[in-house]
């Protein structure tokens, strides 16, 4: 990197350390045999519409934002986690009960187990829990698909074939956060950890034992205008799925507590994406990517002054034509999206300046 990137990293990570200890401060204790979160939405699964159940484990939390640079600026989910160590008993007992959730439901189902850091941490979650979990998956012959979240650090080849041996011939995604195929935007603005080059050696050994890929994009990371968020989201679509990626998660910023995101926001020098940025990243996107490369989109708070937004008058609309689009892959849902507030949006693309002007808060 140059001198003024290696500055402003070292300005990033200062601040994202900062917030690290503010969202540490405010952990409480909680009942380590509850998850942190579990909720059940309709997704599709391979070619049918079915039941997916997320579930976030309560562990210690992530490495990366318990580690020296403090975790991602966007991210606020260390203040999940837990304050001390989780047996691995109640951790699997956390599990049991987020999977009681799908007690009633037909199949197909999918199941995506999601920690504050990384399922394949063993600081977070211990062999031992990792291989009772992945057998009561495989116990119900419900479940057609597996997403599991991690770092690309933690993906080791022996772990890949435990996986695989314990699930069958379901479909098993490994879910890594790329964010962004700019090294720049991923390691500095993003505060991320990790290269392109270490994202496509996980990619690469996740393939070659014949399991899948889900990359997470992350549209609009700080210190971006609108227009170069609207870019950035379309080129890192491609990448990953050029590198094999069978899902791409399009996750617009949404301003969580505690994070270097917020504090910018709070200066009125960030503003969540427009939901134009988003709907038109996914529009094109899907031109551009194989057919056969999935692209799905859940916005968090919608419409919220703190999620990604319009002008207040169209944004249902924008989240309901994203959710039948990611149920679909029709972006048909997409193109016929129509509000006045299309006017500022693109003053926006046209002449926002890099921190120096956010439209339309």
Same mark, same amino acid.
Do not use: Y
């Given at each position: 990197m140059t001198k003024p990137l290696d500055k402003m990293h070292e300005l990033v990570t200062r601040a994202a350390l900062e917030e690290r200890e503010r969202s540490l401060s405010k952990r409480r204790h909680s009942n380590p045999t509850e998850p942190s979160a579990a909720w059940v939405t309709k997704a599709r699964i391979e070619e049918e519409l079915g039941y997916a159940l997320s579930v976030v484990l309560a562990t210690v939390g992530c490495s990366h934002a318990r580690g020296p640079y403090g975790g991602c600026t966007m991210c606020s989910y260390l203040l999940d986690g837990a304050a001390e160590q989780i047996s691995s008993s109640n951790i699997v007992k956390q599990f049991r009960k987020a999977m009681s959730r799908l007690e009633h439901k037909e199949p197909p189902l999918s199941v995506k187990i999601y920690t504050s850091g990384s399922f394949l941490d063993t600081e977070e979650i211990p062999p031992d829990a990792r291989v009772k979990i992945l057998d009561i998956i495989s116990d119900d012959d419900r479940v057609q698909e597996v997403v599991i979240e991690t770092r690309p650090e933690f993906i080791q080849l022996s772990t890949l074939e435990e996986i695989k041996t314990k699930l069958g011939e379901r479909t098993i995604e490994i879910a890594i956060g790329l964010e962004s195929s700019s090294d720049v935007i991923r390691e500095v603005y993003i505060n991320k950890g990790f290269t392109f080059q270490d994202f496509k050696a996980a990619v690469d050994l996740v393939l070659s034992v014949g399991l899948d890929i889900r990359s997470y994009v992350l549209i609009k990371p700080p210190f971006l205008t609108e227009k170069q968020a609207l870019l950035d989201g379309i080129q890192s679509i491609k990448d990953a799925a050029d590198l094999g990626s069978n899902t791409v998660s399009v996750n617009p910023v949404a301003v969580q507590k505690d994070t270097v995101v917020e504090r910018l926001w709070y200066r009125r020098d960030y503003r969540p994406p427009w939901l134009w940025t988003v709907s038109e990243v996914l529009r094109r996107a899907r031109q551009d990517v194989? /057919?056969?490369?999935?692209?799905?989109?859940? /916005?968090?708070? /919608?419409?919220?002054?703190?999620? /990604?937004?319009?002008?207040?008058?169209?944004?249902?609309?924008?989240?309901?034509?994203?959710?039948?689009?990611? &149920?679909?892959?029709?972006?048909?849902? &997409?193109?016929? &999206?129509?509000?006045?507030?299309?006017?500022?949006?693109?003053?926006? &693309?046209?002449?926002?300046?890099l921190s120096l002007l956010i439209h339309g808060r």
């Open positions: 194989s /057919p056969d490369v999935r692209i799905i989109c859940d /916005p968090v708070a /919608p419409g919220k002054r703190r999620g /990604p937004h319009n002008c207040g008058m169209c944004d249902d609309a924008f989240s309901k034509a994203i959710s039948k689009f990611s &149920l679909t892959q029709d972006a048909q849902s &997409l193109a016929t &999206l129509d509000c006045d507030c299309q006017h500022s949006w693109m003053h926006s &693309l046209e002449h926002e300046e």
